[in-house]
């Protein structure tokens, strides 16, 4: 029952976090308090931090036997991986505005405009999978040693990950067009594949 309620408890933070990074709900907040859009991002990352608090204390809360246990060259690969998953995850913040990620440009500049305004550039590794944020923490989250509540955390994460990023895709469909549509073709969404990337050149001149 315990797993149950873990598992009802993601899909109510899935659903809750993808209600309100929909273009509906921002434009209806927009309209409704004008006053409040600059703000929104900001307000969007403060509640999927904070939600997200809950589900951690779940997850360390509810007790397990371990399915399984990384040892031996596995534990130093597995931890090998996250490090690298982690650090991967620091290098490639640099690719973006954190700024307006984070909602702060949006508050400093006054900005209500509901769509996300940072520029369709492609980093190193944007080369390889469309969405790295999400493959690193998948890296992350499988390279545990393994119980119960932790099998389930990373089934959910990883259900929300694939299922998210196809809405996600559609908005970034909705604001890049042709660009985008084009690299979907030629980059796979969450693990690389050896025989589909874009080459540097391709990536630094992709319109």
Same mark, same amino acid.
């Given at each position: /029952? =315990?797993?149950?309620?873990?598992?009802?408890?993601?899909?109510?933070? *899935?659903?809750?976090?993808? !209600?309100l990074?929909?273009?509906?709900?921002?434009?209806?907040?927009?309209? $409704?308090?004008?006053?409040?859009?600059?703000?929104?991002?900001?307000?969007? %990352?403060?509640?999927? +931090?904070?939600?997200?608090?809950?589900?951690?204390?779940?997850?360390?809360?509810?007790p397990?036997?371990?399915?399984?246990?990384?040892?031996?060259? #596995? #534990?130093?690969?597995? %931890?090998g991986?996250?490090?690298?998953?982690?650090?991967?995850?620091?290098?490639?913040?640099?690719?973006?505005?954190?700024?307006?990620?984070?909602?702060? $440009?949006?508050?400093?500049?006054?900005?209500?405009?509901? &769509?996300?305004?940072?520029?369709?550039?492609?980093?190193?590794?944007?080369?390889? !999978? $469309?969405?790295?944020?999400?493959?690193?923490?998948?890296?992350?989250?499988?390279?545990?040693? /393994? %119980?119960?509540?932790?099998? !389930?955390?990373? +089934? *959910? +994460?990883?259900?929300?990950?694939?299922?998210?990023?196809?809405? =996600? =895709?559609? @908005?970034? !469909? &909705?604001?890049h067009?042709?660009?985008?549509? $084009?690299?979907?073709? @030629?980059?796979? &969404?969450?693990?690389?594949?050896? #025989?589909?990337?874009?080459?540097?050149? &391709?990536?630094? %001149?992709?319109r």
């Amino acid at each position: /029952m =315990e797993l149950a309620w873990l598992a009802l408890a993601w899909l109510a933070y *899935a659903l809750l976090h993808s !209600v309100l990074a929909s273009f509906k709900v921002k434009d209806a907040v927009a309209q $409704r308090w004008p006053a409040a859009a600059p703000y929104y991002r900001l307000g969007f %990352n403060l509640v999927a +931090v904070v939600t997200a608090l809950p589900l951690a204390w779940l997850l360390y809360a509810i007790p397990g036997e371990l399915l399984w246990r990384w040892s031996g060259p #596995w #534990w130093w690969l597995g %931890n090998g991986l996250a490090l690298a998953a982690i650090a991967g995850f620091m290098v490639s913040t640099r690719a973006y505005d954190m700024d307006e990620f984070l909602g702060l $440009r949006q508050i400093r500049e006054g900005d209500h405009a509901t &769509a996300d305004r940072e520029g369709f550039t492609l980093s190193f590794f944007h080369r390889f !999978v $469309r969405h790295p944020w999400y493959l690193f923490g998948l890296v992350i989250v499988w390279t545990r040693d /393994m %119980n119960a509540p932790m099998l !389930v955390t990373a +089934v *959910a +994460v990883t259900l929300y990950f694939a299922i998210g990023s196809w809405f =996600e =895709e559609r @908005k970034l !469909v &909705a604001i890049h067009g042709d660009a985008y549509r $084009r690299y979907r073709d @030629k980059v796979p &969404a969450l693990l690389p594949l050896p #025989w589909k990337y874009l080459t540097a050149d &391709a990536a630094k %001149n992709w319109r």
